[in-house]
């Protein structure tokens, strides 16, 4: 089975701070993605990368950057957190091809005090 | 802009009984369409996929049609159970280059 795993359930850290939030995939997938979940707005594309190195912006990026320097793993930077980045934030793979299914991590639900 | 629709209030049926939840979109011609269930607390899980130019999908108990006239899929659970208890995603490729977007869910709640 694919695994997904996201380095924290959960974190808290204080408004202004550096945040790094880490995802590994263990099926050589080429495509991973971070979302984040709010209730009432549901799943929201943050950003997606397609091979190494490479990042693409997904609906919601301003905050945030990505880094993909090895294929298994794509790490979510918050550049300077803020309290509306409170909230859940979901890591995904998936093989490359458009019909392609996403494998989720359990999430990193994370509060900016 | 494009949308996708989703019960947003949960839907309660009893043991036994068929769920059928619904996921309508406009404004956009999809290839596919996908289904995600998502437990509290834990990551979507992909279920199935259906794709333009099939009607029905099944797998177990669940069915899947897509009706790209009437831009809707519909989620069928048989013989539910307290189990399926979850939310459930419906998902689009809205982009054509493969990321997906994701309806807000319904919850379906079955009682014993």
């Known amino acids: 089975d694919v695994k997904v795993t996201q380095s924290s359930r959960y974190l808290v850290k204080r408004t202004g701070e550096k945040v790094f939030l880490e995802c590994v995939q263990d099926m050589d997938h080429e495509n991973m993605f971070w979302y984040r979940q709010d209730p009432g707005l549901g799943l929201r594309l943050i950003y997606f990368s397609y091979d190494v190195k490479m990042k693409e912006k997904g609906d919601i990026p301003e905050g945030y950057s990505v880094s993909r320097e090895k294929k298994e793993r794509f790490s979510l930077i918050l550049e300077s957190a803020s309290t509306n980045q409170t909230s859940m934030y979901l890591c995904a793979s998936s093989l490359a091809g458009i019909t392609q299914p996403q494998h989720f991590g359990d999430g990193t639900r994370l509060s900016i005090l | 802009s494009q949308k996708i629709e989703q019960n947003s209030e949960a839907l309660n049926i009893q043991e036994g009984k068929t769920a059928t939840l619904t996921c309508n979109y406009t404004?956009?011609?999809?290839?596919?369409l996908q289904w995600y269930r998502q437990d509290p607390g834990r990551g979507p899980v992909f279920l199935l996929l259906i794709r333009e130019n099939e009607k029905e999908k099944r797998k177990e108990r669940l069915k899947v049609t897509f009706d790209t006239t009437l831009k809707q899929s519909l989620f069928h659970i048989t013989a539910s159970q307290p189990a399926d208890s979850a939310t459930y995603l419906c998902a689009l490729d809205l982009s054509g280059y493969s990321t997906l977007t994701f309806g807000k869910g319904t919850m379906l709640l079955v009682s014993p």
């Open positions: 404004n956009y011609s999809p290839a596919y």
